[in-house]
T-cell receptor, first 112, second 113 residues
């Protein structure tokens, strides 16, 4: 158990809808990262937050957004969902920027 | 050319064999190197973390980094059926700013009893 908790484990929804994925980092970790894993692209970095502030953006679509709250949990919001958004979404956390990242077990998003 | 190349396999070996997993990379700014293991329907689990050229050993696992060749390896000794998983290499560039990981696509390993 990595100590990173993601909910829900599985989401099934339809095109055009909006969903929110939640991540609780390991106790004491200030950095939260979001990644998308698909069969063809592998694991791709989406966005990072550090102690409530956005730190970096990767290959994140404009339809996606995230935030980190004062208690350090983070949410990833996906809107106007398309079939191609079906993937595994992982959250990772680390104590600080240059420390190893530990991953949760992900949320599997299925768009019908 | 992708920044990180990793042979997807699948790789099938008998129990007890030595397994060699490899990644090459093109970005010379990469300075931190990791190996993750991912079981089906689970998140990546950190196995090894290193930031210098050379070898690092942890139990049955040895990570090797050759920055001059832009090549990293993970060796698994006395492989066990429980080692059957997908192995992902990951890297981070040096310098201030984000420490986003760039992953290889993973090698699927099966260890046959």
């Amino acid at each position: 158990d990595s100590g990173v908790t993601q909910t829900p484990k599985h989401l099934i929804t339809a095109t055009g809808q909006r969903v929110t994925l939640r991540c609780s980092p390991r106790s004491g970790d200030l950095s939260v990262y979001w990644y998308q894993q698909s069969l063809d692209q592998g694991l791709q970095f989406l966005i990072q937050y550090y102690n409530g502030e956005e730190r970096a953006k990767g290959n994140i679509l404009e339809r996606f957004s995230a935030q980190q709250f004062p208690d350090l949990h983070s949410e990833l919001n996906l809107s106007s969902l398309e079939l191609g958004d079906s993937a595994l979404y992982f959250c990772a956390s680390s104590v600080m920027d240059n420390q190893p990242q530990h991953f949760g077990d992900g949320t599997r998003l299925s768009i019908l | 050319q992708k920044e990180v190349e990793q042979d997807p396999g699948p790789l099938s070996v008998p129990e007890g064999a030595i397994v060699s997993l490899n990644c090459t990379y093109s970005n010379s700014a990469f300075q931190y190197f990791m190996w993750y293991r991912q079981y089906s329907r689970k998140g990546p689990e950190l196995l090894m973390y290193t930031y210098s050229s050379g070898n690092k050993e942890d139990g049955r696992f040895t990570a090797q980094v050759d920055k001059s060749s832009k090549y990293i390896s993970l060796f698994i000794r006395d492989s066990q059926p429980s080692d059957s998983a997908t192995y992902l290499c990951a890297m981070v560039p040096s310098g201030a700013g984000s420490y986003q990981l760039t992953f290889g696509k993973g090698t699927k390993l099966s260890v046959i009893p």
